[in-house]
C-alpha cells in the first residue's frame, strides 16, 4: 500500500507541477496586494481540494454507471498523461493540462501594458484559472479517478489516497504563498528546467499506466 501511495504522489504532484504555478501565479496577481496574493492562494486550494474529494468520491461511481472498465480509464488516463508530458518536455501547448500558463505568464510579464492592467491583478482567480484547470485540471483528474478505482475496496488505501491530494495541493498553497521569494531563487529559466525534467518522468509513468490498461484488457485471463 505504501509503494501504491508513493507512487500516486509522484504521478500526481507531477502531473500537478507546482513549481509551474509560481510564475503563473506572480503573473496572474503581480499588481495585487500581498493580502490579495493570501486571499487567492487559500482559496484556490480550498476549491481545487474540494474538486478532487469530489472526483475520489464520485469517480468509480461513475465509470460504473457509464460501463468504463477501470482498464480502459488507464489507457485513456496514460494516454493524456502522456499529453502533457509532451507539452511538459517541449514547451508546447497541447490544451491537456495547462496550456494556457504560458500566455497567462506572458501577459503578466512585467514591463508589459496591457488594457485594465491595475485591474487584473486584483480580479477573482481562485476558480479559474488557479482550481481548474491550473491545480485540478484534466490530468489530475484522471489520476484520481485511476487511484480512487484501484482503492474503492480498500478503506485505508483511499484514506492514503485522500492524505496524498491534500498534501499535494498543500504544497501548491505553500508555493502560491512563496512565490514572491521563489520567483527570486528559480527564476523563469529555472522552472523551465525543473518543469522538462519533470514531464520525462511523467511521459515514463503515463507509459505504464497504458500497458497495465492494455495487460488488463487482454491478458488478465
Known sequence: MIEQLLKFFVVFIVVVDPISLIPVFAGLTQNA?????????????????????LFALLGA???????????????????????????????????TSTGTSSMTAKEGAPGEEHPGEESLGQEDISVFPLAFPFIAGPGSLAIIL???????????MFLGTLCVMSLVVAICWIAMLATPRLMNVFGPTGANVVNRLSGVVLAALAVQFIVDGIRGSFFAN
Open 33 to 53: 496586494t500581498r493580502a490579495f496574493q493570501r486571499k487567492m492562494a487559500c482559496k484556490s486550494a480550498l476549491i481545487a481540494l474540494a474538486i478532487c474529494v
Open 146 to 156: 485511476l487511484a480512487a478505482g484501484e482503492a474503492r475496496d480498500r478503506p485505508l
Open 61 to 95: 461511481k461513475f465509470l460504473e454507471v457509464m460501463g468504463i472498465s477501470l482498464s480502459s480509464f488507464r489507457i485513456a488516463g496514460g494516454t493524456l498523461l502522456f499529453l502533457i508530458a509532451l507539452e511538459m518536455v517541449f514547451g508546447r501547448s497541447s490544451g
